[in-house]
């Protein structure tokens, strides 16, 4: 009995990390893609930040 509650746990362990691994893989790419707008075009950029704030 024991060793099933370890084994949930671990595979609840396992499914966070795997969550927490796309959250940064996502915000990794969101920023990559903000920085090449922003070089290709600054003035939509800047427009996009103003409507975020």
């Known amino acids: ?3 099933n509650i ?3 746990k671990s595979g609840i362990e396992r499914f966070w990390e795997f969550i927490q691994f796309g959250l940064v893989r996502i915000l990794v790419a969101m920023g990559t893609g903000f920085i090449i707008a922003s ?3 600054p003035a939509g950029t800047s ?6 704030l």
């Open 47 to 52: 427009r996009v930040i103003g409507m975020i």
């Open 39 to 41: 070089i290709l075009n």
């Open 6 to 8: 370890n084994e949930t």
């Open 1 to 3: 009995m024991q060793d």
